[in-house]
């Protein structure tokens, strides 16, 4: 594969309103970035993906946006994002940006407009649709609603909406609104930004027609429509190849076979991807399933586009509480599952807090939680007359408040976060588990990510090295290769609360090892593999 820098990077994603604090309102701030860029920096980060922080009424925290050229207030404004930008730029890092272009705020003036009437010139902005025998145009669900249909009333017509009610879907079909977007794009690129992060980019075409769907709970139909691949190379042509940028589509509902039309580098779309196969397929951990997935992404893909690997964000629970332990092996669970992200064909990105081994929460009551997703299910299912108690306690696990808790710098109260009222509060583990901490114990889970982000600018085989499982059908046991001119990597982990044995395959040599990185401290690193024990959520990784 062609090397390129973003190929080579590593990814930090700042959710800026639970990031740092610096003007005492409980939300963080883009004051706040600059104040921590540092933090990031000693990590070892290339790129910073920043969420969005344009001008919006926040009913879905920033991703309903209101004017696209404006930073909303909480966040700061113009100016500090300029000085954003060039503070990150002056430590020589990249920043890209959240590109939300699906759907915008039903405040936008472009759906003011819209909505006004049938003979506005922004009528066909976005999607309209006359009632279906005085319902909704189709029976489709909704990412955030029972309904993808808001009637209004003053034209009596229906508008679309793939999320909630206060996120209108723009209309791609509209060569207008696709231009509208391209000139938005130029002005952020013209600033000197690095790339985008693509919200839900896979949704922009709309399945033509509208047809009722038989199975209307999976909202799959919402994606992967005709003119999608049309649609991103227009924008590519027209944008993105004009700069040095990165590109990384949100993208679900693909398979491998699908995921290559959006980010093959002979296609002209995009750089990299999403993919939801883990995030919203695999609830919990089932490592057979996650291996095939690996297995079959990278076949996929193999010298012809390129993967991305997470396993938390701001929608997705953290990976500590959801895929590991966070319990009796929180710090082990941490480190296997960074040696894993990063040690997997594909970009490693690291959410904010994860590399302290942040963990996920549970707050009392619903009115602990902001989560437009959550709330809106949890209302719908109580109003259908379900016990609100089981409704609540169901919607916990995997609540996107999980991820949104403020970030917990020191043991101070409010974790440092903030010396005013947090907007969502602070996880009560804040002083065992921070910063602080972190920073001053060379066995923390920070200073195992620093490592391991550190073996990356030194060793092109965790970035272009080919991908061997060795242990499909073990359901605790990864064990793989990675080789690239003549250097053969073998990572090992045990993602299991129990010991789980190791039996090195013919074929290497168990004399010429070197152990590169462990998260057991007191590893013999010429201890045999040919049958070796792995501690519970023991990872290692070999040179052989
Ligand atoms: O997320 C899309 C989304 O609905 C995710 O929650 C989903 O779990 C998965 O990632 C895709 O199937 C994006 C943003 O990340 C999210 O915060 C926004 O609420 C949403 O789009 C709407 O803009």
Redesign the pocket.
């Known amino acids: 594969m062609k090397r390129a820098w973003w190929k080579e990077s590593v990814v930090y994603q700042v959710y800026w309103r639970s990031f740092y604090d610096t003007d005492g309102d409980g939300f963080g701030d883009l004051q706040g970035v600059i104040q921590k860029l540092d933090y990031i920096k000693d990590l070892g980060i290339d790129v910073i993906w920043l ?1 969005p922080a344009y001008e919006s009424p926040d009913r ?2 920033g ?2 946006i209101s004017n696209y050229y404006e930073i909303m207030s909480k966040a700061g404004s113009m100016q500090v994002w300029e000085t954003l930008l060039q503070e990150v730029h002056k430590r020589g890092m990249k920043l890209i940006m ?1 590109l ?1 272009v ?2 915008t705020s039903d405040q936008h003036p472009w759906f003011l407009e819209s909505r006004s009437s049938k003979d506005n010139p922004k009528r066909d902005y976005y999607i309209w649709k006359d009632p279906k025998d005085g319902k909704e145009p189709n029976n489709w669900r909704s ?2 609603a029972p309904s993808t249909w808001e009637l209004d009333e003053t034209t009596g017509q229906y508008y679309f909406h ?3 009610v206060e ?1 209108p879907d723009l209309n791609w079909e509209n060569p207008e609104v696709r231009e509208a977007i391209y000139e938005m794009m130029r002005f952020w690129l013209d600033k000197g930004i690095d790339g985008f992060r693509m ?2 980019i896979n949704l922009l075409a709309k399945q033509k027609g509208f047809p009722d769907s038989p199975t209307p709970e999976t909202i799959n139909y919402l ?1 992967n429509n005709p003119g999608i691949h049309e649609y991103l190379q227009e924008m590519n042509q027209k944008v993105l190849r004009h700069y040095d940028i990165m590109t990384v589509g ?4 693909v398979t491998p076979e699908d995921g290559l039309k959006y980010v093959g580098e002979d296609r002209g779309e995009l750089h990299t991807l ?1 993919h ?1 196969e883990v ?2 397929d695999m609830p919990a951990w089932d490592m057979i399933r996650y291996k095939d997935i690996q297995t079959r992404w990278y076949e996929g893909l193999k010298g012809r586009g390129c993967n991305s690997q997470f396993l938390n ?4 629970t953290r990976q500590v509480s959801r895929y590991g332990n966070d319990k009796a092996f929180r710090v082990q669970s941490a480190k296997l599952l960074a040696t894993m992200v990063h040690t997997l064909p594909g970009l490693p990105y690291v959410y904010q807090g994860e590399e302290i081994g942040m963990t996920g929460v549970r707050f009392p009551s619903i009115d602990d939680y902001n989560d ?2 959550m709330k809106n299910r949890y209302y719908e299912e109580v109003e259908k007359g379900r016990e609100p108690q089981e409704v609540f306690d169901s919607l916990l696990p995997l609540s ?1 408040d999980n991820s949104r808790t403020p970030m917990q710098w020191d043991d101070s109260e409010n974790a440092g976060f903030t010396t005013g009222t947090p907007w969502i509060k602070v996880n009560p583990n804040y002083k065992e588990i921070n910063v602080k901490k972190d920073l001053s114990d060379p066995q923390s889970v920070y200073a195992y990510y620093q490592q391991l982000i550190a073996l990356r600018k030194q060793n092109l085989v965790m970035i272009y090295g080919d991908y061997k499982d060795l242990s499909a059908g073990d359901p605790h046991l990864y064990a793989y290769t990675r080789s690239l001119d003549g250097v053969r990597w073998l990572i090992i982990l045990n993602h299991a609360d129990h010991e789980t044995q190791f039996n090195l395959p013919d074929g290497f040599n168990d004399q010429q090892k070197e152990l590169i990185l462990a998260n057991y401290a007191d590893v013999d690193a010429q201890a045999t593999l040919t049958s070796a024990t792995l501690r519970p959520h023991e990872a290692r990784i070999y040179k052989l």
């Open positions: 969420n879905d925290n991703y309903d959240d939300v699906n759907h990412y955030f793939s999320f909630a996120q919200d839900v994606g949100e993208i679900p509902f999403f939801f995030a919203d964000n701001h929608d997705h437009i997703a996107r």
